[in-house]
C-alpha cells in the first residue's frame, strides 16, 4: 500500500507511533530518522542554535521495532538486504551514529523517549512498572497543540508497552495488534497486520 503525498495546506498534524516486534533479530533502536550521518560528539554538548519552527507543524512517525539491533540494517552498513524501506528512507534523512539507552530493556527505555525524564527517577526499576500519572507525556503536548495521534502496538494491553502501562495517555487512538489467534498461544505477532492497520489510519487523515 502507497502513502499519498503529505500536503502542507492540511492542519492538524499527525503523529503516528507504531512500535513492532520482531522475533528474529536481536537488539533495540528507535528510529527517529535515518539517512546523512550526524555523529554526536558528546551527550553533554550544548547546542546554541533556536529550535527550528515549522508552519505547518511537521507530520512524525515514530517507529520503534524491538528488539532490532543497528548493525542489522543496511543503512548502518548491513550485508544482507534486511531493510530496504528503512534503508530508503534512511537515504534523505539524518542518521544518528551514536544513540544512549538509559536501560537495555523495554518497559523503562519507552518510557524515557515518551517522558524525556530518566526512567528511575519516575519509578520505573520493576517489571511491574507504569507511567505515573504526575509525568508528563509527549503525545499529551502534540494532543493539545492539535495533532491527531495514534498508535499501533505490537503488544498486549498489560505488555511493555501496552495502554495499562500508561503508553496510550494523549493518543486519539491507541490500538493493540491486530492478531490471529491460535491453539498454541492467544497472542500472535503479526508486524505485517499492525502496520497495514497503521497505514489505514493515516491515509483516511486530512495530513
Known amino acids: 500500500m502507497s502513502l499519498p503525498p503529505l500536503s502542507s495546506t492540511f492542519y492538524p498534524r499527525a503523529f503516528l507511533l507504531v512500535l513492532v516486534v520482531s522475533l528474529v533479530t536481536l537488539g533495540g533502536v528507535c528510529l527517529m ?5 550526524e555523529q554526536l560528539e558528546s ?22 521495532i524491538d ?9 548502518y552498513g548491513y550485508a544482507r538486504d534486511t531493510s530496504p524501506n528503512i534503508d530508503h528512507f534512511a537515504a534523505e534523512s539524518v542518521r ?7 536501560t537495555p530493556w523495554t518497559l523503562p527505555s519507552h518510557v524515557a523517549m515518551f517522558c524525556g525524564r530518566h526512567p528511575y527517577k519516575l519509578g520505573i526499576n520493576d517489571i511491574n512498572a507504569a ?10 503536548y ?13 503488544s498486549k494491553p498489560k505488555g511493555m508497552v501496552g495502554a495499562r502501562r500508561g503508553f496510550d495517555r494523549g493518543f486519539d487512538v491507541y490500538k493493540h495488534a491486530p ?16 502496520v497495514e ?11
Open 33 to 37: 530518522g535515518c539517512g546523512q550521518e
Open 43 to 64: 551527550s553533554s554538548r550544548v547546542y546554541s542554535e533556536p529550535f527550528p519552527q515549522f508552519d505547518p507543524p511537521p507530520n512524525i512517525l515514530f517507529l520503534s
Open 67 to 75: 528488539t532490532q539491533r543497528a548493525d542489522h540494517l543496511g543503512c
Open 96 to 102: 544518528y551514529t551514536q544513540a544512549y539507552a538509559p
Open 131 to 140: 507511567i505515573p500519572l504526575t509525568a508528563p507525556v509527549m503525545t499529551t
Open 142 to 154: 502534540l494532543k493539545a497543540a492539535g495533532y491527531q495521534t495514534a498508535a499501533f502496538v505490537d
Open 179 to 194: 492478531h490471529q489467534a491460535s491453539v498454541q498461544s492467544p497472542f500472535v505477532y503479526e508486524m505485517a497486520a499492525t
Open 197 to 207: 492497520v497503521a497505514q489505514h489510519w493515516l491515509m483516511q487523515r486530512d495530513v
